[in-house]
């Protein structure tokens, strides 16, 4: 297939941030194209972005709608192979809904829908549709990450009994002193636009999807604490959340969105029988690996001892850091075979592909429903999805 | 008062690990010397440590019962002027009674007893006796320590919101392999000598006591579970605890001895409105302190911005690191205070000593008897102490 | 200027390294597209090269001559606005001559050219052609180096005292083991593909430029001491330099491409009567500002606190870490800058660009030489470019 | 041999830093004890000193000649096992000659003597003495520091290639405001005390002894480029050294005391063809290692695949920090072996002692007058010793 994919946009007009970052992650290969968009409901600022991509007028929308179908009706060698969707949760179903019944594929910011109902419904959308859907939980887009899920599945860590994962950050604390502040996504604390839960939503859910993308491991049941610290606000901006696993591995699940000082500090540690890793986002490149009776190692990307899972979504030597945008754009390049081989009628592959599907979107919201359950309950014992 | 303290030990014989700790913290100012001791109950054993120690062997005891009696009845200047206890946790109580009732100040390793009910009782003996006794809750020695409390003390950091206090060992993990190994303190397994709890009773004991001098709040209620995954014990070598501090501070608290590759991996993070410190016990010369519009900001002790909190117990310039034994040593330092004033007929100072107490004791006591409480009630809210 | 810019490319086919960095730098911020290439001498090598970048085939050329020639023959709105020179260092000048006398602007990798005298020569190319000429001194692309040059001009570190810059490598230290591994660049090894130095030329030249970028200083002299410890080599694989700077300040360079272990370990420190900085550009992000009497302070990427010169060069919000490619496509940026100015008639800004020029080059090639020169002289004091 | 040595003093009157150290690192582990002293030339404050650490006021003196003459003269029961030697550099010999001669173990502080020449006599004075003489080099009495020199001599970094030692301090840069200030030891800086070397005597030794332990290697030549950057003063307060070691390695020693906002931070990187190690003085319980095709390791202090050279002075379980002090203690104790053996008849081992002796102290003296010499001669090659 010997051109670049043709992506559309839905939603990262001017002044969003994760628009910007899917557009970085689509062109960092040079083998996806921007070609459409409806970067905005307002469509002065719709077509303002346009113009900083340098797109065809005709194809810059101001209704998904309307995208959805004009696109679909273009010819084949014209019309996007695949729509980014990076607008508000509450729109992520109706959106990805219209681009997939309209035969286009879909790569899609998470969390996956407003609501588990919401998304539960929406599984069956995507596979009546026969087409890719890939949400963007970037996280296991690194390589790093790739090879501490490998090492867990060699058995090098024996059996499993514990994962830690914590998501703290500190921007909404600017909020006790100013209310308008520490809003870079305001609409996240508005449970019209986010859904039930703003901080276990918004990065809770990476936490745990990443502790599922390591271990493999679902969640059992759940005891949550949720609080909303900053004062006039409907939703959490903190949860801490005891975890028991499959397996009787047991777990801590925390994230934050009020922790002074802390940028994205997402990091896992997973215990087993003969060892443990420890990976942290903020130093993707490395992975510790400490084991009972051997001295600790830092495995670092780019090594011939990577294994192929790292290996194969590394663009550069050991030594020289690859990051945020590069991981980001490995969700794109998986997500890309999988939307090459639909067009040329080759999906799904049986051996399968490695990005985040909308059944990790399903569990997503399993988790953060039954996290605010739980909470409300007291911190009762939940179980996601039930 | 013109010479160094007389100090008498209770345990700590040959092959004991706790006993040759405190001996070097008293040792390393020269303000204290080490002239009796009932090393172990075993004749042979104390006899020859006391000979490693160049001891008077008349001094040296098999009972600790004939060591209050005798000691207390040798000349004023002859007399050891305190003892300290590093026996198994269910003789702290007895083994400090007995000494306390001779008229001999006492410094007792932690927990403080047993049991929590046997906690509470000695709370009297300890008062009526008028005599010091000091906790070694070691870690609180540390100089960062103090200036994290200092810097809590002193608003900097707004209101405080959440505190994550975690202590992951990984030693007893080699037990899965070899039941015989991972056995360090093999008595900690038993409950005839530990008490309710092994994890929660040895370290997680030491992570609330932490979080409790640095910021001075107490526990409300907490949800514990604890799990024993070693086949075969009978008491928990993990815990997880979510935690209600007063002020509404929220709070995690965890411990574990199976966190493989772990070492002492004790650390601390104290979150306020307006900035919040992290302190890691395996790097224990630097505290960072983290602001929500300031560059992050790496204290180190020994510097002239210090506070006096720090800088008081501190021996070395900056650069030349201090560490655990120091640390401890500055426990023995403070009640070393309290037990000249003793001597002197000066104690209790109004302005009172930094050394933990027999309430912070307590306190741990109920923060262990709460969680096994909790867990054993799967996981539901419970109050310490009540 | 609506419209993405149009790159070519000389070098940079399957297999080769910089040249794929140099296109993701180009493709990160969707303002350049690659439409023809020279890629490979081999013929057949570029064709299936240009193939992998899906171009016209009628775009992709065999000979950098010929490229030059047709591109600069096509029409204005179809030809190539600049061209990225990812060759052989002795071919860096001959192409950039080619192409910038056909009036094609140019960005080139580093080292400027294969000799001193080369470069000298090359300086009045340049100015005659009126374009843009851009050298890849990638380092200096990090937001946070621009926030150390920044800092060290806003005088808070005081005056200047000393400069330790080092870049160790370690992965030719498998040619000890067997003579064709650690070739990762083996034309580098040739004296007559690489010119007279392998590693001063290769790394050396990049820790010398950042030393100079952050201060502005210049090299008044220095006493090198080149090493070849694999056997059978012709040129340097190892470098340590003694450095006299204007003003007084003294410095260390060194690097390695033997020290085995290390990756791209690329650190500066830069030492002033009040302060100092360090920056290790395998943890890029972080700015370590130390004083003298002042809790040590690291500066991060993408904060409020950042200046201009860094938060202008960021895409992504504190947390979510850069690398890079990032830094890379930063040089593309202000090289596009420039470029985008050439082509509206507005080259050059009176305030000038944030890009190595073919200055910084002959600095390059004066220090390399000079570093050689003292190495053959024993280590005697050379001025570069005497 | 069941007792604690005795020990005396001089020089650490009330007010001096390495007295301090000296006395905490002999009474750590409880098997010596501090029994007389002359701790100032100035009779009261040797007196107060005296009284601080609770002597006899009868073996407090005000001269050092005196209390060799009378400590000799006292009974074998009562009089000193060895002195410590803690005075400035220029009495180092001196006061080292009137205890040996007295038939008195020394142990002394480094470095050796005032001079090469001085040092180079005393040699004789120790070897005919037949007593012991330990030199503090303290940083060889880390832990991992001799782990690391067993790495070194066990081949498993292959065939050594470079070795570079680092000690840059920050503290005198404070005396660029304030002449007064940065004097934290002001007879350092006067030529009549320190010798003709302040950075590098003081510190500079340091870094080369450190490089010497680890590897055994002797440096043949070097070239120093020594600067006196705070006005007003005589001898260097920095120092940048290339260095050729035996065997064709080759190395860098720096040494600064003007590296605003450095503390203590002495760091060694030695690599060999196979693998690298690095440590740094500041985290002394781990030590890098560095392989070519390996995951990097952290090997940490306490662990059971430590070898028995670190294994054997260790004092604390893994993960509980172990520092400055415990380190400055193992000189302490392998010195006290000696004395033991030395009073029993059996001086010296065939086997030998792990402390720096004499001859380190000679070759450190080399050092230091070469790195002189060279510097003024330009950074001329100059040899230790010749």
Not at 102 to 128: M, Q, R, T, Y
Not at 182 to 195: E, V
Not at 276 to 289: A, D, F, K, M, R
Not at 294 to 307: D, L
Request: hydrophobic share 40%; charged share 25%; glycine share 10%.
């Amino acid at each position: 297939m010997n051109r670049k994919l043709r992506m559309g946009m839905v939603g990262g007009g001017r002044g969003a941030f994760i628009g910007g970052v899917h557009r970085m992650a689509a062109n960092l290969d040079g083998k996806i194209e921007l070609v459409a968009g409806c970067f905005s409901s307002d469509p002065e600022k719709s077509r303002l972005s346009g113009e900083d991509f340098y797109l065809d007028p005709s194809r810059v929308y101001t209704s998904y709608e309307e995208m959805a179908q004009k696109e679909a009706a273009l010819p084949a060698d014209q019309r996007i192979d695949f729509v980014s969707i990076v607008v508000r949760n509450n729109l992520h179903v109706p959106v990805a809904t219209a681009f997939l019944n309209a035969g286009i594929n879909v790569i899609c910011d998470k969390p996956l829908a407003f609501s588990l109902a919401e998304a539960k419904g929406f599984v069956d959308v995507v596979k009546k549709s026969g087409k890719v859907f890939a949400l963007t939980h970037n996280y296991t887009g690194y390589p790093m990450v790739k090879e501490a899920r490998a090492i867990v599945k060699s058995g090098k860590l024996g059996k499993l009994l514990k994962i830690v994962a914590e998501y703290p950050q500190g921007y909404a604390a600017s909020a006790f002193k100013d209310a308008a502040d520490g809003a870079i996504s305001n609409w996240r604390m508005d449970p019209n636009t986010s859904g039930v839960s703003n901080c276990i939503g918004d990065i809770g859910t990476h936490a745990e999807n990443l502790a599922r993308y390591i271990t493999g491991l679902e969640i059992v049941e759940l005891a949550a604490e949720l609080t909303t610290f900053i004062p006039g606000r409907h939703l959490d901006d903190d949860g801490n959340i005891l975890v028991r696993y499959e397996n009787g591995v047991k777990g801590i699940i925390y994230a934050s969105q009020v922790s002074s000082g802390d940028e994205n500090n997402l990091n896992i540690r997973v215990y087993g029988t003969e060892g443990s890793i420890e990976w942290h986002q903020e130093h993707p490149n490395e992975l510790v690996v400490k084991w009972l009776d051997k001295p600790r190692e830092t495995w670092r990307r780019g090594n011939t001892y990577n294994g192929p899972e790292a290996g194969g979504v590394t663009r550069l030597p050991f030594g020289h850091p690859e990051a945020f945008i590069e991981a980001f754009a490995n969700v794109y390049l998986a997500a890309s075979e999988a939307i090459r081989d639909e067009i040329q009628g080759k999906f799904p592959r049986p051996e399968g592909y490695d990005f985040p599907t909308v059944d990790d979107g399903v569990a997503g919201m399993a988790f953060i429903e039954a996290a605010v359950a739980s909470s409300k309950n007291n911190a009762a014992w939940t179980k996601p999805g039930a």
